[in-house]
């Protein structure tokens, strides 16, 4: 299937959908003379409550700052500065990469993204409970910089690359008093919180990768108009979004279209919307989810799709698809498409047991669609024709109900997992 433009993919349910896979997958699509098809993988919101997983020659790699796309190094990956960046956690990603002999000289970074300081993860770990984030500091730190009291990393090194200490300890005093004085940390007990110390580490960290820091909205504005193309790798999911989400049962940073304009700096021309849909749906922590399963056939999914967190390891809730969350990921974000992943998970489910969430009633209960399962493995299958009839017409049925084309179905973890469709077929 031919798609033109910018591209962005994003998670049309809590995150967890596998779009580090499909990104993964587009980001290695080549153009006929051989060249590829995008130049840069931009990641525009979130930090590393994100988990995502790409699985490639029998190789399992977990990113939780880095692009996708990192593994193709033809392709300049960038981490915008909607982003906020624990250095700590970079530093070790970049490092496992290399030691797993990948390169990552085609990375680059905001010299405007914030980045998460030791007393803001003390403070998610204290408050973060009640809605049951990721623990990893990310909303405090998008708080800070909305208070205005935000570390960015042009904080520690300069635009010419000089090291910028005694600013950089003023900040951290200060931000610290200021934490002590609300009362959210207790310096005094709280060993790991000498301003002295932070300084020192996070200079040394930065130290790692200030070669590749850079005004990443200015070099993303000129790449576009080289008619560069540039795939945008959303983190989380829209029911995750600060405004269109569950909330107050949400992450801190907007994962749909929306954010690219924020979190880069461009405003780009968009070919293509990609939405990422579970063929089931999952949400990790707390808040609503009408089509829960908390019995047997939400157990079955969890087991069979593997379903705890990337990033904390916490069992994910899972339920039935919900095309009602479907339907506002289309509205907010103007999907052009569907990329389905997961399907394989739904094997072995009960015949005439499986249900698609169709919209709810007037008191927000699910009103479902009753479908036929299917039993056959399906991993394997690499065309649509092959997979078994109650499958097709799964795909069919959503493709009727959400008027947009599934041209990508994922079936298994592998990079080669999936069934690419050109739309030559006929439903049954
Ligand atoms: P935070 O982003 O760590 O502040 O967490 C806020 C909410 O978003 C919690 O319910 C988290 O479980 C959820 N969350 C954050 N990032 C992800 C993700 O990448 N996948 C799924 N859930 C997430």
Same mark, same amino acid.
């Given at each position: 299937?031919? *798609?033109?433009?910018?591209?962005?993919? &994003?998670?049309?349910? %809590?995150?967890?959908?596998?779009?580090?896979?499909?990104?993964?997958?587009?980001?290695?699509?080549?153009?006929?003379?051989?060249?590829?098809?995008?130049?840069?993988?931009?990641?525009?919101?979130?930090?590393?409550?994100?988990?995502?997983?790409?699985?490639?020659?029998?190789?399992?790699?977990?990113?939780?700052?880095?692009?996708?796309?990192?593994?193709?190094?033809?392709?300049?990956?960038?981490? @915008?500065?909607?982003?906020?960046?624990? !250095?700590?956690?970079?530093? +070790?990603?970049?490092?496992?990469?290399?030691? *797993? +002999?990948?390169?990552?000289?085609?990375?680059?970074?905001?010299?405007?993204?914030?980045? #998460?300081? !030791?007393?803001?993860?003390?403070?998610?770990?204290?408050?973060?409970?009640?809605?049951?984030?990721? +623990?990893?500091?990310?909303?405090?730190?998008?708080?800070?910089?909305?208070?205005?009291?935000?570390?960015?990393?042009?904080?520690? =090194?300069?635009?010419?690359?000089?090291?910028?200490?005694?600013?950089?300890?003023?900040?951290?005093?200060?931000?610290?008093? %200021?934490?002590?004085?609300?009362?959210?940390?207790?310096?005094?007990?709280?060993?790991?919180?000498?301003?002295?110390?932070?300084?020192? /580490?996070?200079?040394?960290? =930065?130290?790692?990768?200030?070669?590749? &820091?850079?005004?990443?909205?200015?070099?993303?504005?000129?790449?576009?108009?080289?008619?560069?193309?540039?795939?945008?790798?959303?983190?989380?999911?829209?029911?995750?979004?600060?405004?269109?989400?569950?909330?107050?049962?949400?992450?801190?940073?907007?994962?749909? =279209?929306?954010?690219?304009?924020?979190?880069?700096?461009? &405003?780009?021309?968009?070919?293509?919307?990609?939405?990422?849909?579970?063929?089931?749906?999952?949400?990790?922590?707390?808040? !609503?989810?009408?089509?829960? /399963?908390?019995?047997?056939?939400?157990?079955?999914?969890?087991?069979?799709? +593997?379903?705890?967190?990337?990033?904390?390891? *916490?069992?994910? *809730?899972?339920? %039935?698809?919900?095309?009602?969350?479907?339907?506002?990921?289309?509205?907010?974000?103007?999907?052009?498409?569907?990329?389905?992943?997961?399907?394989? =998970?739904?094997?072995?489910?009960?015949?005439?047991?499986?249900?698609?969430? &169709?919209?709810?009633?007037?008191?927000?209960?699910?009103?479902?669609?009753?479908?036929?399962? %299917?039993?056959?493995?399906?991993?394997?299958?690499?065309?649509?024709? /092959?997979?078994?009839?109650? @499958?097709?017409?799964?795909?069919?049925?959503?493709?009727?109900?959400?008027?947009?084309? #599934?041209?990508?179905?994922?079936?298994?973890?592998?990079?080669?997992?999936?069934?690419?469709?050109?739309?030559?077929?006929?439903?049954?």
């Amino acid at each position: 299937m031919e *798609r033109k433009g910018h591209t962005a993919v &994003v998670g049309c349910q %809590w995150g967890d959908e596998g779009k580090g896979k499909i990104v993964h997958l587009l980001a290695g699509e080549r153009n006929t003379d051989g060249t590829n098809k995008y130049n840069y993988v931009v990641r525009f919101n979130g930090g590393n409550n994100a988990g995502h997983t790409v699985v490639t020659e029998g190789e399992t790699y977990k990113f939780h700052l880095l692009p996708s796309g990192v593994l193709h190094p033809d392709i300049v990956n960038v981490l @915008a500065h909607g982003v906020v960046i624990d !250095p700590e956690v970079l530093v +070790g990603e970049i490092k496992e990469l290399n030691e *797993r +002999g990948k390169f990552t000289d085609n990375l680059i970074i905001s010299n405007i993204a914030h980045l #998460i300081m !030791p007393y803001q993860k003390i403070r998610d770990g204290r408050e973060g409970g009640k809605i049951g984030t990721t +623990g990893r500091g990310i909303g405090p730190c998008y708080e800070d910089k909305y208070g205005r009291r935000g570390i960015r990393i042009e904080d520690i =090194v300069s635009s010419s690359g000089k090291i910028r200490k005694d600013h950089f300890a003023g900040k951290v005093r200060e931000v610290i008093g %200021w934490y002590e004085e609300h009362g959210f940390i207790d310096a005094k007990g709280e060993a790991s919180l000498k301003a002295d110390e932070i300084v020192e /580490q996070y200079i040394d960290f =930065v130290g790692h990768f200030k070669d590749c &820091v850079t005004d990443t909205g200015r070099l993303l504005y000129e790449a576009d108009k080289r008619r560069k193309r540039i795939l945008f790798e959303g983190a989380q999911g829209i029911m995750l979004d600060t405004d269109k989400g569950t909330y107050p049962h949400v992450t801190s940073s907007h994962p749909t =279209v929306g954010g690219i304009g924020i979190g880069t700096g461009i &405003v780009p021309e968009l070919g293509t919307v990609i939405g990422v849909v579970k063929a089931y749906t999952t949400r990790v922590g707390e808040g !609503p989810f009408p089509t829960e /399963q908390d019995n047997e056939i939400g157990n079955y999914m969890r087991d069979k799709g +593997g379903e705890y967190g990337t990033t904390t390891g *916490r069992p994910r *809730r899972c339920g %039935w698809l919900d095309l009602e969350l479907v339907e506002i990921a289309k509205r907010v974000n103007g999907l052009t498409e569907i990329a389905m992943t997961k399907l394989d =998970v739904l094997s072995g489910l009960p015949e005439r047991e499986m249900n698609i969430c &169709v919209r709810y009633d007037s008191d927000e209960n699910p009103i479902y669609l009753p479908m036929d399962g %299917w039993r056959e493995d399906i991993t394997e299958v690499e065309h649509f024709t /092959q997979l078994p009839n109650s @499958a097709r017409r799964y795909i069919g049925t959503i493709e009727g109900l959400t008027q947009l084309q #599934i041209p990508i179905i994922s079936v298994g973890p592998g990079s080669k997992q999936q069934i690419v469709r050109e739309f030559d077929y006929e439903y049954e």
